[in-house]
């Protein structure tokens, strides 16, 4: 999981555009840990509920690990929303799949702009791989929860 960084590396010369990079996919990390919450308390049967527990856990370690980038920057992490709005009414099995396939889809598509605007340098070479492992293993969730593959999320 996470790729070929370890929870110690961090990103180095932080532009503007990487903060906002930074903040909105957190901001995507917290819909996200919101919404498997829904989605465990709404599911039936222990494997759904397991498999949307294991999603929160990891995107509960990566929402710590956005916020360490952003603190090594310097810049406070945006905090949590109260709540977050559902991809969709979330009643049963069938619609708790459909929300988390589309929320990793969403997120997939975040870490892919955060890799994208993190410059290849020695220093941050392996935080954009990060972010690059991140967004497909997002996307190989989506399609675990029923997404179509597709080769650049929307």
């Known amino acids: 999981m996470f790729g ?10 932080f532009s503007s555009d990487q903060i906002g990079a930074l903040q909105d996919t957190l901001q995507g990390e917290y819909a996200a840990i919101y919404a498997y919450g829904v989605i465990g308390a ?12 294991r999603a929160m856990r990891t995107h509960t370690a990566l929402r710590d690990w956005l916020r360490e980038q952003l603190n090594a920057s310097g810049t406070a992490a945006v905090p ?4 977050y709005q559902l991809p969709n009414p ?16 969403r997120l997939a598509r975040s870490w892919a702009a955060l890799a994208a605007r993190t410059p290849i340098t020695d220093d941050n070479v392996t935080s954009r791989q990060y972010a690059v492992n991140t967004s497909m293993e997002c996307g190989t ?9 597709q080769a650049f999320p929307h």
Do not use: C
Not at 4 to 13: A, C, K, N, P, V
Not at 42 to 53: A, F, H, M, N, P
């Open 4 to 13: 070929t960084i370890g929870r110690d590396e961090r990103m180095t010369d």
């Open 42 to 53: 709404r599911s039936v049967g222990e494997d759904q509920r397991l498999k949307g527990l």
């Open 80 to 83: 949590a929303a109260p709540s």
């Open 90 to 105: 979330i009643t049963d099995n069938k619609t708790a799949a459909k929300a988390a396939a589309t929320i990793e889809n």
């Open 141 to 149: 969730r989506a399609v675990s929860w029923g997404s179509g593959v």
